[in-house]
């Protein structure tokens, strides 16, 4: 089955930098689009990037463009997300996911895994 397992969150400064890995499995993970999901508490799910299955196209949310990179390695069958000039409202439980079709956004929240928590603070 699919198992999608986050690591790499912590507590961080504003202004700090963190990486995010989610190794995949029981897919074919070179195959699919996938995705990083944020949610923070009390808030629903934000989408916040999408890597087409090559790696050589991204899209970002506005709210982290330019501050976070998207990449995959699919010899690895990991997804990675590099975060740079955090800000308390990155706050958040971090998600990586499965997509749906060839589009960036779509993402299969069945597919979550348990999520790794990024906290910004000072």
């Known amino acids: 089955q699919v198992q999608l397992v986050e690591s790499g969150g912590g507590l961080v400064q504003p202004g700090g930098s963190l990486r995010l890995s989610c190794v995949a499995s029981?897919?074919?993970?070179?195959?699919?689009?996938m995705s990083w999901v944020r949610q923070a508490p009390g808030k629903g799910p934000e989408w916040v990037s999408g890597?087409?299955?090559?790696?050589?196209?991204?899209r970002y949310a506005d709210s982290v463009k330019g501050r976070f990179t998207i990449s995959r390695d699919n010899v690895k069958n990991t997804l990675y997300l590099h975060m740079n000039s955090l800000k308390p409202e990155d706050t958040a439980l971090y998600y990586c996911a499965k997509n749906v079709g060839s589009y960036y956004r779509a993402y299969d929240k069945e597919s979550w895994g348990q999520g790794t928590q990024v906290t910004v603070s000072s």
């Open positions: 890597i087409n299955t090559g790696g050589a196209s991204t």
């Open positions: 029981g897919f074919a993970f070179s195959s699919y689009y």
